[in-house]
């Protein structure tokens, strides 16, 4: 792998390729749920463009770690680390790109001729112009997108090395999402006063002005959409705080 050049499209697939689905199902196994299948095979023009977007080649996917409601460790530095994993294991596992939407101001890309991350200052790769998506996309090589064999005994070699996992936290129950946003004006004045208790504000159960502003100025500093809303991105980062 080192020195290959990246690929890019290079035609669209007749079908889902058994190399790409073996690596999905490893790294999910791998990172014990941290991250879950969120596409692979799909013919479209990239987002907001008009070129044939590579998930078209069969050997794309995309990997999300939303969290509650969803599947997933709703933890970004976790993943952060899953990410570096696999930054660590690129050459093993024959990965050409992976996009990282998070980071600001507009996410952040690893390529194999490159070998280092470039961080974007202008909307290159913000998933159809919307930042801090909470998933990576990941693109293998041509030569294993249809050996399935190959991943099965990569991850086996790789989960046998004793110093290739990442840490998982320990377990707590997260609070469902409640299926839709609180926001301003919400009446479950214990709901709002668990989330005003997690962004630093007066905690008396109004979802006013002041609690969206501090829901904004929190969604800013932790990777997700400052709109002051606590919709389903938003619940699942701050899940894992409503239980300190």
Known sequence: MVGRKYTGFDGYASGKRKGTE????????????????NGTLVKRPIRGGTRPSNHGTGRAVDFSYRGSPYKGCGDRKLAAKWIDWL???ADDLHIEIIVDYMPKPY?????????????????????GGKSYADWIH??????????PEFFKRVFSELGAGGSTTVEQPAKHQLVPYRGRP?????KDRELVKMIQAVV??????DFGPMTERAVMRWQGKNGCYPDGWVGPQTWAAMAPHFNK
């Not at 090589?141 to 249809?146: E, I, Y």
């Not at 609180?182 to 919400?186: K, S």
């Not at 630093?200 to 159960?205: N, P, R, S």
């Open 22 to 37: 073996q690596f999905v199902r490893e790294f999910v196994k791998h990172t014990g749920g941290a991250f879950w299948n």
């Open 87 to 89: 930054v660590e294991h």
């Open 107 to 127: 996410g952040r890309a690893w390529k194999c001729d490159r070998r280092k991350w470039r961080r974007y200052t202008r909307p290159t790769i913000t998933s």
């Open 138 to 147: 990941v693109e293998i090589a041509p030569d294993v997108a249809d050996d």
């Open 182 to 186: 609180v926001r301003r004006g919400e």
């Open 200 to 205: 630093g504000t007066i905690v008396d159960g």
